[in-house]
T-cell receptor, first 115, second 113 residues
Framework: SQELEQSPQSLIVQEGKNLTINCTSSKTLYGLYWYKQKYGEGLIFLMMLQKGGEEKSHEKITAKLDEKKQQSSLHITASQPSHAGIYLCGADKVLGSSNTGKLIFGQGTTLQVKP | KAGVTQTPRYLIKTRGQQVTLSCSPISGHRSVSWYQQTPGQGLQFLFEYFSETQRNKGNFPGRFSGRQFSNSRSEMNVSTLELGDSALYLC????????????FGPGTRLTVT
């Protein structure tokens, strides 16, 4: 069973619109990471969240981790065609340690931005 | 600094054959992790090598194996290929295995016919 659930699976938005992608875990997260992937390519690290209630922003992308550290959201403001791709949330598998070289991932959300 | 490189980028094999994929990490990185990405199962961890030793392993059959050389380059081998092994195989390197500090390569697209 998938330990990280992402929603929606896919999203088509008009350029300039805002959007939100969610990532939910049944267990407390001890490190939640957001990545972007162009189809058929490697992952690009976007942001890391570790503390409950934490919020980080980079350009027009904002990520939040809820207080219980079981849900994260990724929000894109005024979307652009360059935002198109697959967004994946990832988490450390092992409690209390991130030195494992191992991440578990959500299924991914495919974003299309129509000009 | 050169990024993570993977060779070959694309590969077509027949059921029953074996295949070897290569990953060259960023210079100075000692940890290499391998992941399999498929439309059905998503991105799944295969194994991690650190200083030539397998340190972590995911839930994959023994047909999937790997190794790491003294220069940190890593190879992944899949024996007796099955149709379900068709996937994008990604490797990621980091200095000491810290998960969020991994840099991902572009992947090898394996198609099994």
């Amino acid at each position: 069973s998938q330990e990280l659930e992402q929603s929606p699976q896919s999203l088509i938005v008009q350029e300039g619109k805002n959007l939100t992608i969610n990532c939910t875990s049944s267990k407390t997260l001890y490190g939640l990471y957001w990545y972007k992937q162009k189809y058929g390519e490697g992952l690009i690290f976007l942001m890391m969240l570790q503390k409950g209630g934490e919020e980080k922003s980079h350009e027009k992308i904002t990520a939040k981790l809820d207080e219980k550290k079981q849900q994260s959201s990724l929000h894109i403001t005024a979307s652009q065609p360059s935002h198109a791709g697959i967004y994946l949330c990832g988490a450390d598998k092992v409690l209390g340690s991130s030195n494992t070289g191992k991440l578990i991932f959500g299924q991914g959300t495919t974003l299309q931005v129509k000009p | 600094k050169a990024g993570v490189t993977q060779t070959p980028r694309y590969l077509i094999k027949t059921r029953g054959q074996q295949v070897t994929l290569s990953c060259s990490p960023i210079s100075g990185h000692r940890s290499v992790s391998w992941y399999q990405q498929t439309p059905g199962q998503g991105l799944q961890f295969l194994f991690e090598y650190f200083s030539e030793t397998q340190r972590n392993k995911g839930n994959f059959p023994g047909r999937f194996s790997g190794r790491q050389f003294s220069n940190s380059r890593s190879e992944m081998n899949v024996s007796t290929l099955e149709l379900g092994d068709s996937a994008l195989y990604l490797c990621a390197s980091s200095y000491n295995g810290v998960s969020h500090e991994q840099y991902f390569g572009p992947g090898t697209r394996l198609t099994v016919t």
